[in-house]
T-cell receptor, first 118, second 110 residues
Framework: GAVVSQHPSWVICKSGTSVKIECRSL??????MFWYRQFPKQSLMLMAT?????????EQGVEKDKFLINHASLTLSTLTVTSAHPEDSSFYIC??????????????FGPGTRLTVT | GEDVEQSLFLSVREGDSSVINCTYT??????LYWYKQEPGAGLQLLTY?????DMKQDQRLTVLLNKKDKHLSLRIADTQTGDSAIYFC??????????FGTGTRLQVFP
């Protein structure tokens, strides 16, 4: 149980284009999803917290107009990198928090999406 | 501010025990976690410990928490080659937020 998927797993896009990454909780409902960014050989940095039906909360230093987050349902959150630049190339990982029950504060992570901007 | 530190690298022989250490700064943490990340993959939750506990054992994994020193460790007994990965400790800083450590790369050699 508690499986989170991401799509795509790997994407290459040209500078100036936008790319959308999906995060789905497959077998549970998630009122809250989180988006992280991981640079090579580094730790995960929280970018934003996404709550179903409301606006995302962004961490300091993360441009909300560049990284658009939509959490339209209890099982799906999307991250759109707009006008991508090479410095946006990174590994993006989402996680989902169980909506209710004994493990309500546990986060389950997706497999990650590697974005390369050329 | 919150800050979580780990040693970068650990190399052990197959069959030996591995001990991965972590220090944190936020004394108000409620839960502390250990995650495993294999190359090119997301994070797998291995185990966690509540802040009022000193120790938790789960099969080959033993977590020790020293709240006074803000020190957390993960011991893997009978380490196998499949345990080779990066291990992250994380503290729950608020209800939602996780602060991750710098990660320890564990290499297991035959």
């Amino acid at each position: 149980g508690a499986v989170v998927s991401q799509h795509p797993s790997w994407v290459i896009c040209k500078s100036g284009t936008s790319v959308k990454i999906e995060c789905r909780s497959l077998d549970f409902q998630a009122t809250t999803m989180f988006w992280y960014r991981q640079f090579p050989k580094q730790s995960l940095m929280l970018m934003a917290t996404s709550n179903e039906g409301s606006k995302a909360t962004y961490e300091q230093g993360v441009e909300k107009d560049k990284f658009l987050i939509n959490h339209a349902s209890l099982t799906l959150s999307t991250l759109t990198v707009t006008s991508a630049h090479p410095e946006d190339s990174s590994f993006y990982i989402c996680s989902a928090r169980v909506a209710s029950g004994a493990r309500v504060y546990e986060q389950y992570f997706g497999p990650g999406t590697r974005l390369t901007v050329t | 501010g919150e800050d979580v530190e780990q040693s970068l690298f650990l190399s052990v022989r197959e069959g030996d025990s591995s001990v991965i250490n972590c220090t944190y700064t936020d004394s108000s943490s409620t839960y502390l976690y250990w995650y495993k990340q294999e190359p090119g993959a997301g994070l797998q939750l291995l185990t966690y410990i509540f802040s009022n506990m000193d120790m938790k054992q789960d099969q080959r994994l033993t977590v020790l928490l020293n709240k006074k020193d803000k020190h957390l460790s993960l011991r893997i007994a009978d380490t196998q080659t499949g345990d080779s990965a990066i291990y992250f400790c994380a503290e729950r800083y608020s209800t939602d937020k996780l602060i991750f450590g710098t990660g320890t790369r564990l290499q297991v050699f035959p």
